[in-house]
């Protein structure tokens, strides 16, 4: 990525939620037949878009209710169905919360259509089981993140894509996947694997390629890396500086289809990843979303005065 001399790289991020439950169809592996949409259904209505003016632009795509009648519940082999829930208001409260504390809005893309007939987090034939109508949503969402991300990079030069969901897990932290392993972001903290290597793989892939200053370890669990500033505001977060990685036996979601494809080569001026946020205390309430919100509002906020100013 070359950037004029008189440009600042910003980057800021987006957070993703994943299922803890799979709901898998009969081994037919039949298809449900498609269906013509009505004349009151629109693709545009199964999802709310708001731009933003600030490289942040957070995909929710996990959190909707609305089941069409025009989509069939998905019944392919290999699908998870359960409901992120509260995500979608959740992006909606950073929204506020940014612009409250520091006058910007970040780009948001949430869906409002139940993960039943969709998952916008899987690949277009896994996340469709096929069906014609549910593609077109597809490419919708899809298309409002592409569009969010270009309008970023053209008037900031780069920009931090988070993907937000919403584990079911026993611990009670939020999950920040950069497409590593517990056993790989263990490597990384212990310096037993090849830095190079994991960097490659980590959804901060394009940030250390233009960036020497920075490290991969230092993203992850330094002294401002977006997961220890969450832990000082009270937000329990795994990877960070007070909890490095997760150990073999904890179940911990490292990022998906989403964070792989916004964060790859194919986006050079996009780094980012996907943040599980336990329900306890941070997805279960207005008063505790509003305390992540405040807390996720500072930590970017931080991370770019850190890392780009």
Not at 179 to 190: V, W
Not at 195 to 214: G, Y
Not at 247 to 270: I, K, L, M, Q
Request: with cysteine; proline share 5%.
């Amino acid at each position: 990525m070359n950037l004029p001399s008189t440009a600042r790289f910003i980057l800021f991020g987006l957070i993703s939620v994943s299922a803890l439950f799979l709901n898998q169809c009969d081994e037919s592996n039949d298809q449900p037949a498609d269906t013509n949409p009505g004349p009151e259904f629109e693709v545009s209505d199964m999802m709310d878009i708001s731009a933003g003016n600030m490289p942040l632009v957070i995909s929710a795509p996990h959190g909707g209710t609305l089941t069409p009648s025009e989509i069939p519940d998905r019944s392919c082999q290999g699908i998870t169905t359960v409901r992120d829930r509260n995500t979608t208001e959740l992006a909606n409260e950073i929204k506020h919360q940014l612009k409250e504390d520091f006058g910007v809005e970040p780009y948001v893309v949430a869906a409002l259509i139940n993960r039943k007939k969709i998952d916008l987090n899987r690949d277009q034939e896994l996340a469709t089981c096929g069906h014609s109508v549910a593609k077109e949503v597809w490419q919708e969402y899809h298309k409002n993140i592409e569009d969010a991300i270009e309008s970023a990079i053209n008037e900031f030069g780069g920009v931090i894509f988070i993907d937000l969901h919403g584990h079911g897990h026993d611990i009670q932290r939020l999950e920040l996947g950069y497409l590593l392993s517990n056993e790989e972001l263990r490597e990384s903290y212990e310096g037993a694997g090849d830095e190079d290597e994991l960097a490659e793989k980590s959804s901060f892939r394009n940030l250390l390629s233009v960036n020497s200053d920075v490290n991969l370890q230092d993203l992850m669990t330094g002294d401002q890396a977006f997961g220890t500033i969450m832990e000082n505001e009270g937000i329990p977060s795994v990877p960070s500086l007070q909890d490095p990685f997760p150990y073999p036996n904890e179940a911990y979601f490292n990022g998906g289809y989403n964070t792989r494809r916004y964060t790859s080569e194919d986006y050079p001026e996009v780094f980012g990843w996907q943040i599980e946020a336990n329900y306890e205390d941070v997805r279960d309430s207005d008063v505790n979303r509003n305390e992540f919100a405040k807390a996720f509002s500072k930590a970017i906020m931080l991370q770019l005065e850190e890392y780009v100013f």
